[in-house]
């Protein structure tokens, strides 16, 4: 039965339900719509199947148009491996595919249409009738219902209603969102481990060429230290020959060489003894102990010493003051050094 207000129907469908001889996968109910003929389906009559089991059936075809005067054939097809058991009669059992019920829109194709898809917004502002279809099954057939249950095709089955399309998208985007800001996340605890991995490597290799110039300053100072200490090892060993050869020298010139000569040799060595004194003196200087070698290299003067003979042998072979002179300067370089 038509819900169109009154109108005259747009589509004749036959027979008045969907009838299926037995139940089993693949068992097919047939359908015809034909469009009416007139000004009323003139330009065509847009048809649309929904079921309230669209997992259950399959509908060849569920959309389509149908020209004025003409009819289309529709297949529906039981299409699940597992069907309820339904009873005897025409309606069924509860439970079965007597439940199960068809709605067929139908509205007029509007003036100008070029064989265009006829989609959601064409069905949503056509003033569309209505013709609904019960399951029946075995000997009986169906016949059209009033029922108000919820149909739905097998498109709008694989497509979920708007709200549900967009609060699917909102909660989509947020957990790729949520994705984005932890994969950001991962990425900067990376780039913060990289970063003290990197600075520690260089710290460790900062200490190691510490290390290694350390290492280097100790094994210089080391050899520095033996340096001095050999070096002052040669010093003390110099300044004790300087001594034992001074006290040998002292020790030729002090022995009695006659008349003569030992006049000449004590006056010049007690010239001599202050000089190597002030020369040796803990305080004396590079100056003082030049001005002592001096004052004990020049011979006093005195009439008898005016003329020397050049083939008289001289006391040792080497003069008191020079030798006294150079005991004062050994020491003093002893004391400059130490």
Not at 200 to 214: C, I
């Amino acid at each position: 039965m038509a819900t169109n207000g009154g109108a005259p129907p747009l589509l004749a469908i036959t027979p008045g339900g969907i009838h299926f001889g037995e139940v089993a996968l693949g068992a097919t109910a047939p359908l015809r719509l034909a469009a009416a003929a007139g000004d009323a389906a003139a330009g065509g009559v847009a048809f649309k199947i929904k079921t309230t089991r669209p997992t259950r059936y399959c509908v060849r075809p569920n959309t389509g148009v149908v020209g004025g005067g003409l009819a289309v054939a529709v297949d529906v097809e039981v299409c699940v491996s597992e069907l309820p058991d339904v009873g005897g009669g025409g309606g069924g059992s509860a439970g079965g595919l007597g439940r199960d019920k068809f709605l067929v829109q139908a509205a007029r194709v509007p003036d100008g249409w070029a064989g265009e898809e006829l989609g959601g917004t064409f069905w949503g502002a056509a003033a569309a009738t209505s013709y609904k279809l019960r399951v029946s099954s075995g000997a009986g057939g169906g016949e059209p219902s009033r029922s108000g249950d919820s149909y739905r095709s097998a498109a709008d089955a694989a497509d979920p209603p708007p709200s549900t399309t967009v609060d699917a998208a909102a909660a989509s985007a947020a957990a790729a969102a949520a994705a984005t800001s932890a994969a950001a996340a991962a990425i900067a605890a990376a780039a913060a481990t990289a970063s003290a991995a990197s600075a520690a490597e260089d710290l460790r290799r900062r200490q190691a060429v510490a290390d290694a110039q350390e290492a280097q300053l100790t094994a210089a100072l080391t050899t520095v230290r033996a340096d001095v200490v050999g070096a002052r090892g040669e010093l003390a060993r110099l300044v004790a020959s300087t001594e034992v050869a001074a006290a040998a020298a002292a020790a030729r010139v002090a022995a009695p060489r006659g008349e003569g000569g030992g006049g000449a040799g004590g006056g010049a060595a007690s010239a001599a003894a202050p000089a190597a004194a002030a020369a040796a003196a803990p305080d004396a200087t590079a100056e003082t102990a030049a001005a002592a070698v001096a004052a004990a290299a020049a011979p006093p003067f005195s009439s008898e010493s005016a003329t020397v003979d050049p083939a008289a042998p001289q006391a040792g072979g080497v003069s008191f003051g020079v030798l006294a002179a150079l005991c004062g300067v050994a020491a003093v370089a002893a004391k400059v050094a130490l």
